[in-house]
């Protein structure tokens, strides 16, 4: 798993692609997990791995005060100018530069899988919400319940260098392990079924892409999109946007009183 750092450079190659394609994609993930976190008026709300500020942008309209996090630095400009006065840091979730009990909600949408040890960034998901508030976290669910993750990333995937590091289980089946072990006591956990919708096909190639940068420096761009445009044609409807079905687990917790 590369640090944060590299995350960080990574991501913010193609932070505009991100934004733009990638982003949109997700806001009826971004929705639903404000709905089971009851963001609302006047919430004080945190997103680690805030990226472009999508579902930030979304809570800040619902009346919450918000407060973003990520490695990225070109995505945290672009959350910034999307989320004027907001506080948006960069830098690691290991050590989130917030006080303790800072917030009513943190949430995590699918980010926690990029923590080099998932038990410090949930206890630090935990560390910073108030007494008696929430911590809800995102992760993809089943590979094989993931179309995404099952027919079109291992078009991408094939192309890259082989990873040194051994890998870990999936968040999927460890999260609530995790959220426990940070002292939250769960609430709420269960599966979300959500289509990932891209205008097109060179909208999801590009949003895929964002998400792909190291193995787009191995095996260049031509080949990942032409791999991607192949994996991508059967998901293309009559109206020519791209539909991929996924499903994630869901999963609330509360810090006790």
């Known amino acids: 798993m590369a640090s944060a750092k590299e995350q960080g450079e990574l991501w913010s190659a193609r932070a505009h692609d ?7 994609a997700w806001r009826d993930v ?20 805030c990226g472009a500020g999508g579902a930030l942008v979304l809570a800040r309209q619902r009346g919450a005060v918000v407060a973003g996090f990520d490695a990225a630095q070109s ?9 004027p006065g907001a506080e948006i840091m960069v830098g690691d979730m290991a050590a989130l530069p917030f006080a303790d009990e800072s917030f009513d ?9 990029f923590a080099d040890d998932p038990a410090i960034a949930f ?3 935990a560390r910073v919400a108030k007494r008696g508030g929430t911590v809800t976290m995102l992760v993809w669910g ?3 319940k993931c179309e ?40 709420i956990c269960g599966d979300l079924a959500a289509t990932l919708v891209y205008a097109d096909r060179h909208a999801a190639a590009n949003a ?9 420096r191995h095996a260049g761009e031509a080949r990942v999109r032409g791999a991607l445009n192949v994996a991508l044609a059967p998901f293309v409807g009559e109206d020519g946007a791209v539909r991929l079905r996924n499903m994630f687990r869901l999963v609330t917790g509360r810090r006790p009183a």
């Open 18 to 24: 991100w934004a733009g394609s990638g982003e949109p």
């Open 30 to 49: 971004f929705t639903a997990v404000l709905d089971q976190a009851k963001i609302g008026k006047g919430t004080g709300h945190l997103d680690i791995g």
């Open 75 to 83: 995505l945290a400009a672009i959350a910034r100018t999307r989320l």
């Open 105 to 113: 909600v943190v949430t995590g949408i699918n980010v926690f899988q």
């Open 123 to 125: 206890a630090e998901a």
């Open 142 to 144: 089943r590979r094989d």
């Open 148 to 187: 995404l993750m099952s027919e079109v990333m291992p078009a991408v995937v094939a192309l890259g260098s082989p990873s040194a590091s051994p890998a870990k289980p999936p968040l999927v089946e460890t999260a609530d392990g995790f959220m426990r072990a940070a002292g939250l006591d769960l609430e």
């Open 208 to 216: 895929i892409l964002a998400a792909s940068e190291s193995t787009i």
